[in-house]
């Protein structure tokens, strides 16, 4: 019978309090082997104390944490395969990109022909061939990024975590950074753990997320699922924009009992003359402000009943004064009753 390979990581019930805050507080979690894994949730959610807990900077409170099967929860972080990338890029200015990248080896006392070629490969994944003599100082911040992701890879760990790596770069870096890590990520296939508190880097980026709110992970799912299917206010909220309904207005669509969350771009605006289709939720209201934002117009409706509804439409063939002159008129809006996410109240 083939064997399974256990998960990368796993918590069981693992807590971690400082005096009266609880940092981390019975987070169950299963990484999978290979797998792309974003930790997302505002700041002081407790993400980077699960980091630093998988790292061995910091041991559990209660609980237990598996790398591979094995209990590591007390075991100090040299004797765990893993290794981290840190936002502030830690690298040693007084040493060459390649000796920088090198290190690890050098620690474990590789020979240096060896320790060569490996340096040579690593510079090439992380497109760097020909950099290997300079000091950091000499390098952008992208560059740099990507010698700290070299210096951590060389030694093949078993899982590489990664602390807000992207945070120090601009946004037109941080998005090109995105796709080559996970490209790079991909080719060497280890298990990658990414702190993150930006929402479209981890929709982005992942396999499967882990959204976390006061030290609790509200949800794990694909990017897809945590969008599409958010199980909470806060991950509605948390995860791009979101309508939330409830109450009186959620009974009045729905004729149930219900709150539920509506994607801003699954509403249609439609007019007020025509019957919506027979497979859709709908409500009448008039657009009290219309906001035009280059690749699309955001408008706000407010609900003949009461509350009020964002919108948002591609521009695909309006100009921003054709959407302006929306401004005022009355609308159906329509939505297929598939693209509603029912929650507890
Ligand atoms: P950020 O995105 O800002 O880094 P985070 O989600 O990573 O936030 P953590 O750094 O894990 O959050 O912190 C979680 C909570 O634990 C916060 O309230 C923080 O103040 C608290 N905390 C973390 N480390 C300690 C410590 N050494 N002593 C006391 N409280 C701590």
Same mark, same amino acid.
């Given at each position: 019978?083939?064997?399974?390979?256990?998960?990368? $990581?796993?918590?069981?019930?693992?807590?971690?309090?400082?005096?009266?805050?609880?940092?981390?507080?019975?987070?169950?979690?299963?990484?999978?082997?290979?797998?792309?894994?974003?930790?997302?949730?505002?700041?002081?959610?407790?993400?980077? &104390?699960?980091?630093?807990?998988?790292?061995? @900077?910091?041991?559990?409170?209660?609980?237990?944490? @598996?790398?591979?099967?094995?209990?590591?929860?007390?075991?100090?972080?040299?004797?765990?395969?893993?290794?981290?990338?840190?936002?502030?890029?830690?690298?040693?200015?007084?040493?060459?990109?390649?000796?920088?990248? /090198?290190?690890? %080896?050098?620690?474990?006392?590789?020979?240096?022909?060896?320790?060569?070629?490996?340096?040579?490969?690593? %510079?090439?994944?992380?497109?760097?061939?020909?950099?290997?003599?300079?000091?950091?100082?000499?390098?952008?911040?992208?560059?740099?990024?990507?010698?700290?992701?070299?210096?951590? !890879? $060389?030694?093949?760990?078993?899982?590489? %975590? !990664?602390?807000?790596?992207?945070?120090?770069?601009?946004?037109? !870096?941080?998005?090109?950074?995105?796709?080559?890590?996970?490209?790079?990520?991909?080719?060497?296939?280890?298990?990658?753990?990414?702190?993150?508190?930006?929402?479209?880097?981890?929709?982005?980026?992942?396999?499967?997320?882990?959204?976390?709110?006061?030290?609790?992970?509200?949800? $794990?799912? &694909?990017?897809?699922?945590?969008?599409?299917?958010?199980?909470?206010?806060?991950? /509605?909220? @948390?995860?791009? &924009?979101?309508?939330?309904?409830?109450?009186?207005?959620?009974?009045?669509?729905?004729?149930?009992?219900?709150? @539920?969350? $509506?994607?801003?771009?699954?509403?249609?605006?439609?007019?007020?003359?025509?019957?919506?289709?027979?497979?859709?939720?709908? +409500?009448?209201?008039?657009?009290?402000?219309?906001?035009?934002?280059?690749?699309?117009?955001?408008?706000?409706?407010? %609900?003949?009943?009461?509350?009020?509804?964002?919108?948002?439409?591609?521009?695909?063939? +309006?100009?921003?004064?054709?959407?302006?002159?929306?401004?005022?008129?009355?609308?159906?809006?329509?939505?297929?009753?598939?693209?509603?996410?029912?929650?507890?109240?």
């Amino acid at each position: 019978m083939a064997q399974q390979t256990p998960p990368a $990581i796993k918590f069981d019930k693992v807590s971690r309090h400082f005096g009266d805050v609880k940092a981390v507080d019975e987070a169950d979690l299963e990484i999978r082997d290979g797998e792309f894994f974003s930790m997302l949730g505002p700041s002081g959610s407790g993400k980077t &104390t699960c980091l630093r807990m998988i790292a061995g @900077f910091d041991r559990p409170t209660a609980g237990q944490i @598996f790398l591979y099967g094995q209990d590591v929860s007390n075991l100090p972080p040299y004797d765990r395969d893993v290794n981290t990338v840190f936002q502030d890029y830690a690298l040693f200015p007084h040493m060459s990109v390649s000796e920088n990248i /090198a290190y690890g %080896l050098m620690v474990k006392k590789v020979a240096r022909p060896e320790r060569m070629k490996k340096v040579d490969e690593m %510079l090439e994944l992380v497109q760097l061939s020909g950099f290997g003599g300079r000091k950091p100082s000499q390098l952008s911040g992208g560059q740099r990024q990507r010698v700290a992701l070299a210096r951590a !890879l $060389i030694n093949h760990p078993k899982v590489l %975590l !990664l602390d807000e790596p992207l945070g120090a770069l601009d946004l037109k !870096l941080r998005q090109q950074m995105q796709v080559e890590l996970k490209a790079i990520q991909k080719r060497v296939g280890i298990t990658f753990i990414f702190v993150t508190h930006d929402q479209e880097e981890a929709l982005t980026m992942s396999d499967r997320i882990a959204l976390f709110n006061q030290g609790k992970i509200e949800q $794990i799912g &694909t990017p897809a699922e945590i969008y599409e299917h958010p199980k909470s206010a806060f991950v /509605a909220g @948390f995860v791009g &924009t979101s309508n939330l309904v409830r109450g009186e207005v959620a009974r009045r669509i729905t004729g149930m009992d219900v709150t @539920f969350s $509506i994607r801003p771009e699954k509403i249609h605006l439609g007019n007020i003359k025509e019957k919506a289709p027979t497979d859709s939720y709908s +409500s009448d209201g008039t657009i009290r402000d219309v906001v035009y934002l280059g690749l699309y117009t955001r408008y706000h409706v407010e %609900l003949d009943g009461g509350g009020d509804l964002v919108v948002v439409e591609q521009n695909l063939k +309006s100009t921003s004064m054709d959407v302006l002159k929306n401004k005022g008129q009355r609308t159906r809006l329509h939505w297929n009753k598939e693209h509603i996410s029912k929650m507890g109240a």
